[in-house]
Every structure is written in C-alpha cells, then in structure tokens.
T-cell receptor, first 114, second 114 residues
Framework: SAVISQKPSRDICQRGTSLTIQCQVDSQVTMMFWYRQQPGQSLTLIATANQGSEATYESGFVIDKFPISRPNLTFSTLTVSNMSPEDSSIYLC???????????FGAGTRLSVL | GQQLNQSPQSMFIQEGEDVSMNCTSSSIFNTWLWYKQEPGEGPVLLIALYKAGELTSNGRLTAQFGITRKDSFLNISASIPSDVGIYFCAGIYPYTGANSKLTFGKGITLSVRP
C-alpha cells in the first residue's frame, strides 16, 4: 500500500486566515482525493485532485473556498480559505489503487478555527 | 445519491466477545470496503470485497459482500482492547475506472471493556 504523509498534522487558526495542507505520496498515483470529516461525523469527499488540470469538486464545495493544486503524481495541496469556526474538521487526503479499486488515507490534518 | 446505513452508532462489548456490524444501502454497490479509524489517525483499510456473496477474512475479522449487493457485514471474533475504534463501511459505485468515488457510512464506534 502507498505511504501517505500529510502536513501539518494539526493546527489552530484564526478566523479569516487560510491554511494550506500538503499531501505527499511515496509512489506515483493517478488519483488523489481530499475529504473532510467534521467532528463525530463520517467522511465527505471535497474534490478529486487531477494532475495537470483543475480539481473536480463535489456538490457543496467550491474552488474559491478550497483551492487544490496537483503539480505532479506524488503531491497535492488543499487550501482552506477565509476560515471560520465551521471549517474546524479533520481534512484527509487519499490515493486510489485503481487495480484493486480501493483507497488509502493519510493520517489527516486536524484543524481548529477560533 | 447513494447512502450507506450503519447502526447502531455505538457498540459496547466485553473483551473476548464476538461482534457483528452491518452496512446497508438502497443502491447496489460493486465494491465494499471496511475501514477502521483510531483517534488521531486516518481510516485504515481492513477488508475489500468485490463479488456478491464473497466472504473474506483478515485475522479475526471476517466480512461478507451481501448477495443483493446492497449490504455487507463485518464480524470481529474474540475482541481485544485494541479493537476499539470507529468502523466505517464504504461502497464504490459505479466503477468507471476513471473516478471510483467512495460513499461512506456514518461509522460505528466500538468500545471493548477489559
């Protein structure tokens, strides 16, 4: 399975600021995803990070709020912009093993917005 | 959209007991996945199921892909304290090969009393 590293592991941010989360994979992968897990909740897909093109966002998520970069096949970033307390969540990146039709997850970034 | 139902939200068992969890949907899935999430970590894949009726084991864990393709079951035998965590089911449908999105259940929090 792929080894996925996320940075930072946690952060406490002020309202109105932005935070960029990094996701690094130890091998080249075609598909990377970003999820949000609100406190005590399940995982919700934010977007698919596409290498070389704009990310594909799910309903309820927009690029202005969650800009995503995918400069190569091993790295992606998610920015949470103009944060409010409602953005306090765990943000997780995942990579797909298309041959096995499964996804592996990073440890997540635990974000608290004051 | 597709939804996966997991209940109850929490389960409390005694160490050494067996426990069974199920996951149901009104939609057909062609891949079922079971993940475990521990505090401070991302979800870790436990078992993947690909065919209706498939029964797969991973140590003390056994999972089955329901015949109707609308449900899946996870059994944990002889539970131990380290089984504590949140167990999520996830389904993939449709499999397009290009963008296999996961739909997650709400998760079941398992507590094991020593």
């Amino acid at each position: 399975s792929a080894v996925i590293s996320q940075k930072p592991s946690r952060d406490i941010c002020q309202r109105g600021t932005s935070l960029t989360i990094q996701c690094q994979v130890d091998s080249q992968v075609t598909m990377m995803f970003w999820y949000r897990q609100q406190p005590g909740q399940s995982l919700t897909l934010i977007a698919t990070a596409n290498q070389g093109s704009e990310a594909t966002y799910e309903s309820g998520f927009v690029i202005d709020k969650f800009p995503i970069s995918r400069p190569n096949l091993t790295f992606s970033t998610l920015t949470v912009s103009n944060m409010s307390p409602e953005d306090s969540s765990i943000y997780l990146c995942s990579v797909a093993d298309r041959a096995k039709n499964i996804q592996y997850f990073g440890a997540g970034t635990r974000l608290s917005v004051l | 959209g597709q939804q996966l139902n997991q209940s109850p939200q929490s389960m409390f068992i005694q160490e050494g007991e067996d426990v069974s969890m199920n996951c149901t949907s009104s939609s057909i899935f062609n891949t079922w996945l079971w993940y475990k999430q521990e505090p401070g970590e991302g979800p870790v894949l436990l078992i993947a199921l690909y065919k209706a009726g498939e029964l797969t084991s991973n140590g003390r864990l056994t999972a089955q892909f329901g015949i109707t393709r609308k449900d899946s079951f996870l059994n944990i035998s002889a539970s131990i304290p380290s089984d504590v965590g949140i167990y999520f089911c996830a389904g993939i449908y449709p499999y397009t090969g290009a963008n296999s999105k996961l739909t997650f259940g709400k998760g079941i929090t398992l507590s094991v009393r020593p």
